[in-house]
């Protein structure tokens, strides 16, 4: 099985639906994050979570939301989709323990349309 | 503000090849830099550097970080068409890593 999965892995909604990307991960790691990617841009971190009473934005965080539900979950809303939030969208984990280093994880990712 | 800069954007070489890419950043709270490769997938950890002048190898890939002039390079020697993938800089500053728009490199063969 996949350390980290994401789910679904492509989903298409039109503007103004709320929708929720889901994230689970089984490597036992405290922090856990939501990137997007578009082309040309690379990655840009929506939000993060340093523990389950942890949660802070990132960059490009209007307009989503997050919930921490589990150390092992992490979901992603947006809240009323815009055509702009169509991308690939990747949920990432780390260790705290491992301090030095801030090697992520990456989730297979969720393929999303905003029509 | 923090910022990771790759180049070129893009690449097109054939096979056996050898390329090099480029990675400069300006960052606050310099902690590693990361290389990743993505595929058609999620991006897979290549190396992190944390140190000047040390060189990091995994079969033809290597890469080495320069903290005074700040930037890293990847190498790739021998190129294969199972190269051809996004190649992604890193840098951890402050526990958060912020993120190069990548290379594109594509092997022909």
């Known amino acids: 099985d996949a350390d980290v999965t994401q789910t679904p892995r492509n989903r298409i909604t039109k503007t103004g639906k709320r929708i929720m990307l889901e994230c689970s991960q089984t490597?036992?790691?405290?922090?856990m994050y939501w990137y997007r990617q578009d082309p040309g841009l690379g990655l840009r971190l929506i939000y993060y979570?340093?523990?389950?009473?942890?949660?802070n934005k990132g960059e490009i965080s209007d307009g989503y939301s997050v919930s921490r539900q589990a150390q092992a979950k992490f979901s992603l809303s947006l809240e009323s989709a815009i055509p702009n939030q169509t991308a690939l969208y990747f949920c990432?984990?780390?260790?705290?323990?491992?301090?030095?280093?801030?090697?992520?994880?990456f989730g297979p990712g969720t393929r999303l349309l905003v029509l | 503000e923090d910022k990771v800069v790759q180049s070129p954007l893009s690449l097109v070489v054939h096979e056996g090849d050898t390329v090099t890419l480029n990675c400069s950043y300006e960052?606050?709270?310099?902690?590693?830099l990361l290389w990743y490769k993505q595929e058609k997938k999620a991006p897979t950890f290549l190396f992190m550097l944390?140190?000047s002048g040390i060189e990091k190898k995994s079969g033809r890939l290597s890469s080495i970080l320069d903290k005074k002039e700040l930037f890293s390079i990847l190498n790739i020697t021998a190129t294969q068409t199972g190269d051809s993938a996004i190649y992604l800089c890193?840098?951890?500053?402050?526990?958060?890593?912020?993120w190069g728009a990548g290379t594109k490199l594509i092997i022909k063969p």
């Open positions: 944390t140190s």
């Open positions: 979570s340093f523990d389950v009473k942890d949660i």
């Open positions: 490597k036992g790691h405290d922090r």
């Open positions: 990432a984990t780390s260790d705290w323990a491992d301090s030095v280093q801030e090697t992520q994880y």
């Open positions: 960052v606050t709270n310099f902690r590693s």
């Open positions: 890193a840098v951890d500053s402050n526990y958060q890593l912020i």
